[in-house]
Every structure is written in C-alpha cells, then in structure tokens.
C-alpha cells in the first residue's frame, strides 16, 4: 500500500511559487518526509527532508503540518528547469539504510 | 564534488544473453542501492548492500544478482535477459551516520534488450 498521496499532475507558471502537496497520513512517529524529483530520465535528485519542522534550504522549503499528517513542498520562484516528477516519500531514519520507496508523485509542468 | 558513477550508460543486449552494470558509490559512502525505472514507470527498489553485506531486497527477478566488493563498488547482473528487462536503472549511495541527508543517485544505465 502506498504511504503517500500526491496529486498526478500540477501546472505552475514561471516566476511564480509552486507548491506541491503530499498526504501521509498513516506516519510514524519516527518517520521522515523525504522528496525528491526527477528530471527526465536523469537520475532523482535530493531536495529537502523533515521531521515535524518546516525547512528550507537553497532548493525549496518544506512545510509539515502539526499532526504530521500532510505536508507542502514550495519551491519559491519556479523556473522551466523546475518541471520534472517530484516525489514525496516516508522513511525510517535511525533503524539501518532503509531503502527509498517510489510511490507515484506529481508531475510538475512550469509555464512559460 | 565525487558523484555516483554507473557504467556503462547505454548498453544494448539481445534475448537470453547476459548483462553486468557497474556503480561506484561516492567515497566513504558505505551502502548501495539499485533500482530499475522501466519506460514511463517509477523507479523500483531492486536490492541494497550495506557494508558489502546484503542489507535489503525489493522487486529482483531470481535472474539477476548483485555484490558489493571490498572498494564498495556493486556490480548488478543480469542473466537470460528478457525484453522486459529493457529499463532504466539506477544505481544510489549514502552514509547513514546518525542522520540521514539523503541518497545520491548516479546518471543510470539504459538497457536495451532486443
């Protein structure tokens, strides 16, 4: 059963902020939200993670909600390098090199 | 910055022959991971070694095998290819040292089964 819930596809326009929800509703307390994404055919690149803070890095912020049930990945000023496959995932930290599991995620598309 | 590096990036087999793709993790990362991306699929978890010792098994056909060595590279093979087997696959490394900032993954490998 998948862990997490993503929209299949999202449009967003350059410039402007695009946010890509994820619902994981059934997560454990020692569970981490990852995402990730991937260009076409490369290899899925790393973007932020979290466990119940909201984050930011130089990629993108990360915005979890209090019961850790849902959360946003914002990626402040899109670009058309931006449109790729993102995927939000759950997973275990601290209990051995638990394997990423690839659920279905949100196809974004940025317009020009 | 060292990244991952796979091996060859395109190769092309026919039916029933055998195929071998290489990853060389980014040093002092100690686990590997392979995963294989089939046309229009998601990338699914195949196997992982960590410390050059099994670690965990996902979707892997009996017919292919991996091994980490000693210098950490892994090796995953692939024999009586079908051509199902044509796929994108992905090699990934990380160093779980108390907390995790994620795995890196390498540029892939195309498989062509024909």
């Known amino acids: 059963d998948a862990k997490t819930t993503q929209p299949t596809s999202m449009d967003c326009a350059e410039g402007r902020a695009a946010n890509l929800p994820c619902n994981h509703s059934?997560?454990?307390?020692?569970?981490?939200v990852y995402w990730y994404r991937q260009i076409h055919s490369q290899g899925p690149q790393y973007i932020i993670h979290?466990?119940?803070n909201n984050e930011t890095n130089e990629m993108a912020s990360l915005i979890i909600t209090e019961d850790r049930k849902s959360s946003t990945l914002i990626l402040p000023h899109a670009t058309l390098r931006d449109t790729a496959v993102y995927y939000c995932?759950?997973?275990?930290?601290?209990?051995?090199?638990?394997?990423?599991?690839f659920g279905k995620g949100t196809r974004l598309s940025v317009i020009a | 910055a060292a990244g991952v590096i796979q091996s060859p990036r395109h190769l092309i087999k026919e039916k029933r022959e055998t195929a071998t793709l290489k990853c060389y993790p980014i040093?002092?990362?100690?686990?590997v991971y392979w995963y294989q991306q089939g046309p229009g699929q998601d990338p699914q978890f195949l196997i992982s070694?960590?410390?050059?010792?099994?670690?965990d098994k996902g979707s892997i056909p009996d017919r292919f095998s991996a091994q980490q060595f000693s210098d950490y590279h892994s090796e995953l093979n692939m024999s009586s290819l079908e051509l199902g087997d044509s796929a994108l696959y992905f090699c990934?490394?990380?160093?779980?040292?108390?907390?995790?900032?994620?795995?890196?993954f390498g540029s892939g490998t195309r498989l062509t089964v024909v």
């Open positions: 070694f960590y410390e050059k010792m099994q670690s």
């Open positions: 995932i759950v997973r275990v930290v601290g209990s051995g090199n638990t394997p990423l599991v």
């Open positions: 990934a490394s990380s160093s779980d040292r108390g907390h995790n900032y994620g795995y890196t």
């Open positions: 040093p002092r990362h100690d686990t």
């Open positions: 059934t997560i454990s307390g020692n569970e981490y």
């Open positions: 979290g466990l119940k």
